[in-house]
């Protein structure tokens, strides 16, 4: 599958955007999507998953209550809507797919995923 994000930019602290990342190339339904981050001189970190079935989300701490996960099939289209944005937010935001599912520790792991889309940078001023 190909994947193809977009929707960064830069936007204040306490401001939203959201991410899509648009797929192709084979069934979407039967894929888990995830949003992964990296901030300049830091590792690639796991941020938001959702599951194939759509049944199960999953959040890192730092984004729990103001991020959330969606998925529309028919539009190939994983989101991630971020509202009240931090500088700490600031990072390149890439989104990775992997048919099917696993555990949670499967799903939040770079090393599960072997579809990767190209990044989209987000900028958090203060």
């Known amino acids: 599958v190909q994947l193809q994000a977009s929707g960064g930019g830069l936007v204040q602290a306490g401001g939203s955007l959201r991410l899509s990342c648009a797929a192709s190339?084979?069934?979407?339904?039967?894929?888990?999507l995830t949003w992964f981050r990296q901030a300049p001189g830091y590792v690639r970190i796991f941020v938001a998953s959702?599951?194939?079935?759509?049944?199960?989300?999953y959040y890192a701490d730092s984004v729990k209550g103001r991020f959330t996960i969606s998925r529309d099939n028919p539009k190939n289209t994983v989101y991630l809507q971020m509202n009240n944005l931090k500088p700490e937010d600031t990072a390149i935001y890439y989104c990775?797919?992997?048919?099917?599912?696993?555990?949670?520790?499967?799903?939040?792991?770079?090393?599960?995923?072997?579809?990767w889309g190209q990044g989209t940078l987000v900028t958090v001023s203060s």
């Open positions: 990775a797919a992997r048919a099917f599912g696993g555990t949670a520790d499967q799903v939040t792991a770079k090393r599960f995923y072997n579809n």
């Open positions: 190339g084979r069934t979407f339904s039967n894929y888990t």
């Open positions: 959702i599951t194939y079935s759509g049944g199960d989300t």
